[in-house]
């Protein structure tokens, strides 16, 4: 049986600001790609199918928001991140191309937990506060 990797996207300074998040979804075989502003993931996504899609809000030419209408009705995950003075808030927007409505913000442990569901991997205790942390 094999094991198909997770493709993820990520998407403005999250993987620089966050080493700990990237070596995390490489831990668990993901297959990251990487896209600097919207126009970049706009042409990433027009080529590729994506499992999960992890973005800042406010990204250099402008928001994420519409990443939203882009993978409504797609088999794809989508997290929008936002800096904050303890660290950084993510706000789930889409579970498998279906709108998370109403769905509350999320801090560092709340969203290893999120990602180990969307992932279906195994998280321990200690890594909590590590995935989540410091993505500004």
Not at 10 to 31: D, F
Not at 47 to 61: A, G, I, K, R, T
Request: proline content about 5%.
């Amino acid at each position: 049986m094999t094991i198909t990797p997770k493709i993820v996207l990520v998407v403005g300074e999250t993987a620089k600001a966050s080493l700990p998040l990237m070596h995390w979804l490489s831990e668990r075989g993901c297959q990251c790609h990487f896209a600097a502003s919207y126009g970049d993931a706009c042409r990433l996504l027009s080529n590729m199918e994506f499992d999960l899609v992890l973005s800042q809000y406010q990204l250099p030419d402008r928001t994420a928001f519409p990443l939203l209408d882009w993978l409504i009705g797609s088999p794809t995950t989508l997290f929008l991140s936002t800096a904050v003075e303890s660290g950084t808030l993510w706000l789930p927007m889409l579970d498998r191309g279906e709108r998370c409505v109403g769905a509350p913000l999320l801090r560092s442990g709340e969203f290893a937990d999120a990602l180990a569901k969307v992932l279906k991997a195994e998280i321990r205790s200690d890594e909590l506060e590590v995935v989540g942390a410091d993505a500004k």
